[in-house]
Structures are given as structure tokens and as C-alpha cells.
């Protein structure tokens, strides 16, 4: 059975024009972060769909790497970057694939872990604190709603888990609300900005 772990989900729901997440542009909060320029920083975008941002890191002067395991979603963030950043668009699993050289000083997150089932959360973020530098930044977008597995995703945080689930290795240093949320996400979404510390158990 295809289920969201499987790429065959997404892949379908793309196919079908069936994918209310999608912003068709960059969002506010992220342009905003996107004024202090990259200097060459490495980005990681995890379930990046139709890739919106990823040239807007790249313009911001981010070296950036994207990947996806749809091969639609892969084919159109491609095709919407240009033969020049498309060499930075993967097909793979995020969970699974070997990223080559070294780890990034970023990772941006939207729409990703609520695409996820609420069971792999802890090996979510244990990849993010593998992938990413002591010091570098989680950035990104998150959705706070007390998960309801029989509906499907998203699948929401219920308020103090995004905490629990994070606080093993990172910081929150911003936590805004967001004011230009698509109609799935309106109300209860949050910009958010965590820094990869050293603490393990
Ligand atoms: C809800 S969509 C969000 C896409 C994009 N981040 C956005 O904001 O439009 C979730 C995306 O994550 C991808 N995805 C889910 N699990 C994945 C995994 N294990 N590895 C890579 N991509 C994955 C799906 O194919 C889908 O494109």
C-alpha cells in the first residue's frame, strides 16, 4: 500500500494537481532571512517539491542542495531552476542518501516533516543533527496541530512536542508567528529557527 513513506504518495498527489501545500513562490519569513547573503553556506532543502526557494538561496548566495524522492516533483523543481542549478536538484531519499562533502550550515524546512509519519519524528531529527554543523541553523516553517493519522497529512505538532522532539540537540533561538500561511496551514504555522548544539545523551 502507498503510504507517505513511500514516494509513490506524493508522486501520485502531484500528478493529480492534489497538493494544497504547494506556495508557488517564496514565502515572506524566508525572503526576510534571505537578505543577510550566504557567502557561499551550504543549504540542504529536504522534500523540496517544487523547489520555489531553491533559487532564491542560490541568488542569496547559498550553495544549495536540494533533494526529493518523487521523480515528478524532481522533474518540475528542475525545470523551474534551469540546467544551471538543476545538477543541485536530487532524486533520492532523504533519510537514505549519501550526501557527498561536508555538512551543511543550513537546513530549510517546509512542509517536510508534516509529510513524514509522526513515528519517524525522532529519526527525522536525528538525520537533521547528523547532516548539519555544531553551530549551524534549522530554519524553517512549522505546523502546530495534534496529528490525526487516519486523516493523512499534514501531520501537526500538538504543542510542546516540536520542544521535546528537538531540544535533544537543538536550540530555538526565533519562533514567529506566520502571516502569509496557505488556507491548510493558516492559523497555526510558525517560522522557527534552531541551532544545532553539542549536546547528545
Ligand atoms: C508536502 S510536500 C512539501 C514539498 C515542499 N517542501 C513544499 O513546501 O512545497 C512533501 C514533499 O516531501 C517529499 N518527501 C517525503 N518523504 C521524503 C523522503 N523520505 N525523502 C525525500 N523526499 C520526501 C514528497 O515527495 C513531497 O514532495
Not at 500528478?15 to 524566508?30: E, S
Not at 529536504?46 to 526557494?53: N, T
Not at 548566495?61 to 522533474?75: C, G, K, L, N
Not at 543550513?106 to 531529527?125: K, M, N
Request: one cysteine or more; a negative charge.
Amino acid at each position: 500500500m502507498s503510504t507517505p513513506n513511500h514516494p509513490e504518495f506524493w508522486n501520485s498527489r502531484y500528478l493529480k494537481d492534489d497538493t494544497p501545500w504547494d506556495f508557488d513562490g517564496v514565502p515572506a519569513d524566508l525572503k526576510e532571512f534571505l537578505q543577510k547573503k550566504g557567502r557561499g553556506a551550504k543549504v540542504l532543502i529536504p522534500g523540496c517539491g517544487s523547489g520555489y526557494e531553491i533559487q532564491a538561496f542560490a541568488e542569496a548566495d547559498y550553495e544549495v542542495t536540494a533533494i526529493d524522492f518523487s521523480p515528478f516533483a524532481v522533474d518540475r523543481a528542475k525545470r523551474m531552476v534551469g540546467p544551471d542549478l538543476a545538477k543541485n536538484v536530487l532524486l533520492g531519499d532523504f533519510f537514505q542518501y549519501d550526501f557527498p562533502g561536508e555538512a551543511f550550515d543550513l537546513i530549510y524546512e517546509r512542509a517536510f516533516v508534516c509529510s513524514i509519519l509522526p513515528d519517524r519524528r525522532q529519526t527525522y531529527r536525528d538525520r537533521l543533527a547528523q547532516l548539519l554543523k555544531y553551530r549551524g541553523l534549522l530554519i524553517g516553517y512549522y505546523y502546530y496541530k495534534k496529528p490525526v493519522l487516519s486523516e493523512g497529512p499534514p501531520y501537526g505538532f500538538a504543542w510542546g512536542t516540536a520542544d521535546d522532539l528537538f531540544s535533544r540537540y537543538f536550540l530555538l533561538v526565533k519562533d514567529e508567528p506566520v502571516n502569509d500561511s496557505l488556507p491548510i496551514f493558516a492559523g497555526r504555522e510558525r517560522w522557527q529557527e534552531r541551532r544545532r548544539t553539542s549536546i547528545q545523551e
